[in-house]
T-cell receptor
């Protein structure tokens, strides 16, 4: 079964609204989680590294004020897309590593469609 | 972070062995090589990881030459369900962030 779960799997929202995506590690604690974005027929692009109890580290070109990341506990990280626009429509995937250097598990992904 | 290069696409037929080669010329001493599989609208799934020589598990083998500048993922007797995108990644010391390259889109035909 899945060890990293995302919710919701699909979300449709109106332009200008905010959407929150949750990422949970189900049977292990994850001090670090990673958020990726994937457009159709493209590879995964790392957006940010989510650190429990501290600020996320964003990759170059990713707006931290638009993509808010909160890692409030060792099993939950959230990504909030603020004031979403149609160009934010994408597949968002989170991942977490079991232990400091263990296998990296990916969530099932969340499909965001902004109308 | 080491950059990886792999073929954009490959075609195969059911029952054949498929070998996907990835080059990572600037791999560092503490880097591990990891392969992931991704189906449409799903998150990537771990296939295999290795550091040198050969690693085998229940689904694949990974061949890494002595210079470690390339690696080959071998899928024995592929089936239609193996149609997916396969990503080769270099991972520092089995920790830290993973940067995905372009991936290889494998199409298995009947």
């Amino acid at each position: 079964g899945a060890v990293v779960s995302q919710h919701p799997s699909r979300v449709i929202c109106k332009s200008g609204t905010s959407v929150k995506i949750e990422c949970r590690s189900l049977d292990f604690q994850a001090t670090t989680m990673f958020w990726y974005r994937q457009f159709p027929k493209q590879s995964l692009m790392l957006m940010a590294t989510s650190n429990e109890g501290s600020k996320a580290t964003y990759e170059q070109g990713v707006e931290k004020d638009k993509f808010l990341i909160n890692h409030a506990s060792l099993t939950l990280s959230t990504l909030t897309v603020t004031s979403a626009h149609p160009e934010d429509s994408s597949f968002y995937i989170c991942s977490a590593r079991r232990g400091g250097s263990g296998e990296l598990f990916f969530g099932e992904g969340s499909r965001l469609t902004v109308l | 972070l080491a950059k990886t290069t792999q073929p954009i696409s490959m075609d195969s037929y059911e029952g054949q062995e498929v070998n996907i080669t990835c080059s990572h010329n600037n791999i560092a001493t503490n880097d591990y090589i990891t392969w992931y599989q991704q189906f449409p609208s799903q998150g990537p799934r771990f296939i295999i990881q290795g550091y040198k020589t050969k690693v085998t598990n229940e689904v694949a083998s990974l061949f890494i030459p002595a210079d470690r500048k390339s690696s080959t993922l071998s899928l024995p007797r592929v089936s239609l369900s193996d149609t997916a995108v396969y990503y080769c990644l270099v991972e520092y010391n089995q920790g830290g962030k993973l940067i995905f390259g372009q991936g290889t889109e494998l199409s298995v035909k009947p």
